[in-house]
């Protein structure tokens, strides 16, 4: 039942966090387009790893100013939830869209060979 709980929380976590990095006012973070893709709370509820993607923006500046207004969020998110302790957060950034991209990309690139002419030449061959 643990499992359940813990899945529970991941959601609403990241729900919260959604509304709370419109309020963010570090112009790294409020001027680039995040999306919170999920989040993963440790059994003990002390640590939270917070995955994200990025549309525009520096990478590498969007990270830095999520690691600078952690413990605005995480005040946030202790007032918005009600559990007993709020989760340090750390943020890695999801590179699974811009992979899934990638992938869908490749395989609307192959080009398919009729299957029509295959069936033709064995039908030739059986007569």
């Given at each position: 039942?643990?499992?359940?709980?813990?899945?529970?929380?991941?959601?609403?976590?990241?729900?919260?966090?959604?509304?709370?990095?419109?309020d963010v006012k570090d112009p790294r973070v409020?001027?680039?387009?995040?999306?919170?893709?999920?989040?993963?709370?440790?059994?003990?509820?002390?640590?939270?790893?917070?995955?994200?993607?990025?549309m525009t923006g520096d990478k590498k500046e969007?990270?830095?100013?999520?690691?600078?207004?952690?413990?605005?969020?995480?005040?946030?998110?202790?007032?918005?939830?009600?559990?007993?302790?709020?989760?340090?957060?750390?943020?890695?950034?999801?590179?699974?869209?811009?992979?899934?991209a990638h992938i869908s990309k490749l395989l609307?690139?192959?080009?398919?060979?009729?299957?029509?002419?295959?069936?033709?030449?064995?039908?030739?061959?059986?007569?």
């Amino acid at each position: 039942m643990a499992n359940y709980r813990r899945g529970r929380i991941n959601d609403e976590m990241q729900k919260e966090l959604a509304q709370v990095l419109r309020d963010v006012k570090d112009p790294r973070v409020s001027e680039a387009f995040i999306s919170i893709t999920a989040v993963d709370v440790t059994p003990d509820l002390k640590f939270a790893k917070v995955y994200y993607s990025a549309m525009t923006g520096d990478k590498k500046e969007i990270a830095k100013g999520l690691k600078s207004s952690a413990g605005y969020i995480r005040r946030q998110l202790a007032q918005n939830l009600n559990l007993r302790m709020t989760p340090e957060l750390t943020f890695f950034e999801d590179h699974s869209i811009a992979h899934g991209a990638h992938i869908s990309k490749l395989l609307n690139s192959i080009e398919f060979a009729p299957e029509t002419e295959e069936t033709e030449a064995d039908g030739e061959d059986s007569q």
